[in-house]
């Protein structure tokens, strides 16, 4: 059985949260506030959280960094607030979904089912070491190391890394990385996956030119052995 962690301030949304989840077959636990989150993860594991932006002590978007420095746990955001900016931002931190509120409560555990599945097909699925040159990729570990030094990435931005790898010398659209890296047809520009592409080059150093720019395409991952 799933875990789910509801984050929310506002006691009858994290009631209706819980109440379709347990419906749909997930254990659920609470927290008001993101302090209490973070004390939550430190003690237990969680398969998702589902975690709003606007609330006491410590906002969404701290409490996502703070559990980012200690646990890989899927995050899907809810708001009050539609702006792109937030759901932007939101991206860069490596979330995998956002929700604007007022939601429907079938539509979350949809998205939430989808993020689930997404998970445990990627950790079926990724069991090997690779390398092309100086890069590794350890895949069970989730890391990867440049000329031997480990660097740090966020989970999306590791998911993006690897799906470029998976689909070596492969043209791939802003759209169809949005779609499968996002899982959901993206609404606004595409800054995410170009703020996610540049990040990644940074990290990869002397190996940022593995990934190619194709003009007026999108991206491919392309190395000679």
Same mark, same amino acid.
């Given at each position: 059985?799933?875990?789910?962690?509801?984050?929310?301030?506002?006691?009858?949304?994290?009631?209706?949260?819980?109440?379709?989840?347990?419906?749909?077959?997930?254990?659920?636990?609470?927290?008001?506030?993101?302090?209490?989150?973070?004390?939550?993860?430190?003690?237990?594991?969680?398969?998702?959280?589902?975690?709003?932006?606007?609330?006491? =002590? +410590?906002? @969404? *978007?701290?409490?996502?960094?703070?559990?980012?420095?200690? /646990?890989?746990?899927?995050?899907?955001? $809810?708001? !009050?607030?539609?702006?792109?900016?937030? =759901? +932007?931002? @939101? *991206?860069?931190?490596?979330?995998?979904?956002?929700?604007? /509120?007022?939601?429907?409560?079938?539509? $979350?555990? !949809?998205?939430?089912?989808?993020?689930?599945?997404?998970?445990?097909?990627?950790?079926?699925?990724?069991?090997?070491?690779?390398?092309?040159?100086?890069?590794?990729?350890?895949?069970?570990?989730?890391?990867?190391?440049?000329?031997?030094?480990?660097?740090?990435?966020?989970?999306?931005?590791?998911?993006?890394?690897?799906?470029?790898?998976?689909?070596?010398?492969?043209?791939?659209?802003?759209?169809?990385?949005?779609?499968?890296?996002?899982?959901?047809?993206?609404?606004?520009?595409?800054?995410?996956?170009?703020?996610?592409?540049?990040?990644?080059?940074?990290?990869?150093?002397?190996?940022?030119?593995?990934?190619?720019?194709?003009?007026?395409?999108?991206?491919?991952?392309?190395?000679?052995?």
């Amino acid at each position: 059985m799933y875990k789910l962690l509801v984050v929310d301030d506002e006691p009858k949304i994290r009631e209706v949260i819980r109440e379709y989840a347990e419906f749909n077959g997930y254990e659920v636990e609470e927290a008001e506030d993101g302090m209490s989150a973070i004390g939550l993860c430190k003690l237990n594991d969680y398969d998702l959280i589902i975690l709003d932006i606007m609330m006491p =002590k +410590l906002d @969404g *978007f701290s409490t996502c960094k703070e559990i980012r420095k200690f /646990k890989d746990i899927p995050i899907i955001m $809810l708001s !009050a607030r539609g702006e792109e900016y937030d =759901k +932007l931002f @939101g *991206f860069e931190l490596g979330i995998d979904d956002y929700i604007v /509120k007022p939601f429907s409560p079938k539509e $979350l555990m !949809a998205r939430v089912n989808a993020v689930l599945t997404r998970k445990n097909s990627s950790q079926k699925t990724r069991t090997d070491i690779m390398n092309f040159k100086g890069l590794e990729i350890n895949i069970p570990a989730r890391t990867v190391s440049v000329d031997g030094k480990r660097i740090e990435l966020t989970p999306k931005e590791y998911e993006l890394l690897f799906y470029l790898i998976e689909n070596k010398d492969i043209a791939l659209s802003r759209d169809k990385l949005l779609q499968d890296i996002w899982g959901y047809d993206f609404f606004g520009d595409d800054r995410t996956i170009d703020t996610h592409i540049k990040n990644l080059r940074n990290a990869l150093g002397p190996y940022r030119d593995f990934i190619v720019t194709l003009r007026g395409v999108g991206y491919k991952f392309e190395c000679e052995e």
